[in-house]
């Protein structure tokens, strides 16, 4: 690469104080020389602030005052930040030491790539990655419903191209599925490249909101894709109704590999646009390939 693309994180905080200085230095000790990072804290009163005032050298910006949630703090990030690349990481999550290498590397190679995402990671409370695993989506699966196995926030960079296009903020309307709801988002407009990397990941441990309230959640995305279907172009709507019908004939006659198969040769270009795009590493470079739509 001539010019490293600048990256932009946005980090919400609000009393994770366990949690907050590893999440920092998972964006800090990636040594990128073009990242802009900010933090955006409520107004913590559990020693976050002193960890902030530590910090406070390394970072871009930080503030520490109330504010109207978690949308509103990365709007308020967000909006005080200039880089290309775009992402923001909550205060108990983690990035891996190689993200951004990565993600630069990407987005250089692969001009005509928006947004992209990892594979889905999980990290324990110690801060030890139990589990990784790719997870494809695309506009056909939101709008099957298909959205559980979510498209992993701490995993997912973004043009600010893409940004812009899609109206250029975080829903306040939501208080949990924000992420959701922006790729519903961005869905409309381009979409999502699936990469065979571990860019980052989801700390699970007692108090994550979406463990607790995994039924809003659900609910907050049926909402938000119920709004994106309003605004699909009627071939999408078309080709995710033909979907439907081939997963309920598969599901029905328990025949998945017969219909997928006798699927793709009367509706190839269904399956054309239904198939995922995925990057993988082949040895020597970055590698765009199809991969297969699955009916179940």
Known sequence: MAT?????????????????????????????????????????TDGSVEILKRYADRLDFWVSEPD?????????????????IMAWLNSDDLYT????KAVAQIFDQFPQVNWIVGFNGWWNAQGIMTHAERTP??????????????????SVFWRRSLWEAAGGYISQDKKLMV????????????RLYTVDAVFGGYRAHGTNRAGKFLDDCLREMDESVAHMRQQC???????????????????????KKQVARQGRKWF?????????????????????????????
């Open 97 to 100: 030491p190689w993200c951004f």
């Open 68 to 84: 109207r949630g978690h949308a509103d703090a990365i709007n308020k990030g967000f909006a005080r930040t200039q880089g290309e």
């Open 179 to 190: 992420d959701g709801e922006l790729w519903s988002r961005f869905f409309l407009h381009d």
């Open 4 to 44: 490293l693309p600048r990256i932009s994180i946005i980090t919400p905080s609000f009393n994770q104080g366990e949690f907050l200085e590893a999440t920092l230095e998972s964006v800090l000790g990636q040594h990128y020389p073009e990242l802009e990072y900010g933090v955006i804290d409520g107004g913590s």
């Open 233 to 255: 172009p009627p071939e999408v709507l078309n080709q995710t109704r033909r979907l439907r019908q081939l997963r309920t004939l598969a599901r029905k006659t328990g025949l």
């Open 137 to 154: 989506k695309n506009i056909h699966d939101f709008l099957l419903g298909r959205y559980y196995g979510w498209i992993q926030q701490e």
């Open 268 to 296: 190839p270009q269904i399956f054309d646009a239904a198939d995922y795009d995925n990057i993988h590493w082949d040895g020597e470079a970055w590698v765009h390939r199809k991969l297969p739509y699955s009916l179940t």
